[in-house]
């Protein structure tokens, strides 16, 4: 268990590097994404589910579409 | 997007999708989640109808003047249940003493307003997602 929670929490800090680091702007969205979904099963792991729940409603679902709407309005490559 | 595999897939999936959120707002005071998490997983089902069938089937799922009527009546209908205690001569939002029914521990039926007051903020979250994804559609159409 304690070697599970070790990489989940490495590939969260790979995610957030990458997220700034990509200059695609749907990709960005996409790992940004995964960061949630890792960020909610953390979360599960840390004993609290309800956090969990609303973190895999809201940042990997609601948040990633709004994001795609946002980018679909505006350029897909960042200056 | 004009797929009959995602169509298919969405009309089959969606109803679970629906239940399950319910579900999670009828058992807020009894299990993990509540009305935000529910109301989330509600609205996220008719963001994926939208994206499936496209902006205007969803809009005739949804319309904007019941989203508008949710939004406000959910609202109002916490405050009313707020209400109530001050109108007994308690403080605002009291439980118990109000009056509100109580019920055995465990049941669906207990804990006083904390059932109604979860289903109002649900239908309140649910409606106010579907607005802000649909509202963002709809400007993509006129531009």
């Given at each position: 268990?304690?070697?599970?929670?070790?990489?989940?929490?490495?590939?969260?800090?790979?995610?957030?590097?990458?997220?700034?680091?990509?200059?695609?702007?749907?990709?960005?969205?996409?790992?940004?994404?995964?960061y949630?979904?890792?960020?909610?099963?953390?979360?599960?792991?840390?004993?609290?589910?309800?956090?969990?729940?609303?973190?895999?409603?809201?940042?990997?679902?609601?948040?990633?579409?709004?994001?795609?709407?946002?980018?679909?309005?505006?350029r897909?490559?960042?200056? | 997007?004009?797929?009959?595999?995602?169509?298919?897939?969405?009309?089959?999936?969606?109803?679970?999708?629906?239940?399950?959120?319910?579900?999670?707002?009828?058992?807020?005071?009894?299990?993990?989640?509540?009305?935000?998490?529910?109301?989330?997983?509600?609205?996220?089902?008719?963001?994926?109808?939208?994206?499936?069938?496209?902006?205007?089937?969803?809009?005739?799922?949804?319309?904007?003047?019941?989203?508008?009527?949710?939004?406000?009546?959910?609202?109002?209908?916490?405050?009313?249940?707020?209400?109530?205690?001050?109108?007994?001569?308690?403080?605002?939002?009291?439980?118990?003493?109000a009056?509100?029914?109580?019920?055995?521990?465990?049941?669906?039926?207990?804990?006083?307003?904390?059932?109604?007051?979860?289903v109002?903020?649900?239908?309140?979250?649910?409606?106010?997602?579907?607005?802000?994804?649909h509202?963002?559609?709809?400007?993509?159409?006129?531009?």
């Amino acid at each position: 268990m304690e070697l599970l929670n070790v990489i989940l929490v490495i590939f969260l800090i790979l995610c957030a590097i990458a997220v700034e680091r990509t200059k695609d702007l749907l990709s960005a969205v996409i790992i940004f994404a995964a960061y949630s979904l890792v960020m909610a099963v953390l979360w599960l792991l840390l004993r609290s589910p309800d956090v969990a729940m609303t973190e895999a409603a809201i940042g990997a679902g609601v948040t990633t579409i709004m994001f795609i709407a946002v980018i679909s309005r505006t350029r897909r490559m960042e200056k | 997007m004009d797929d009959l595999i995602v169509k298919s897939i969405s009309r089959m999936i969606i109803p679970f999708i629906q239940l399950y959120g319910i579900f999670v707002i009828f058992h807020g005071h009894l299990s993990p989640g509540g009305g935000f998490p529910g109301g989330a997983i509600l609205g996220a089902s008719i963001i994926l109808y939208t994206l499936a069938f496209g902006a205007h089937k969803g809009h005739l799922k949804m319309p904007h003047h019941l989203s508008k009527r949710l939004e406000s009546g959910a609202i109002l209908w916490y405050i009313f249940l707020g209400l109530v205690g001050i109108w007994t001569g308690h403080l605002f939002l009291t439980n118990r003493a109000a009056g509100f029914f109580m019920g055995e521990p465990g049941e669906i039926l207990s804990g006083g307003f904390i059932p109604l007051i979860t289903v109002a903020i649900g239908l309140k979250v649910g409606s106010t997602i579907i607005t802000l994804f649909h509202t963002m559609i709809e400007e993509e159409h006129d531009a």
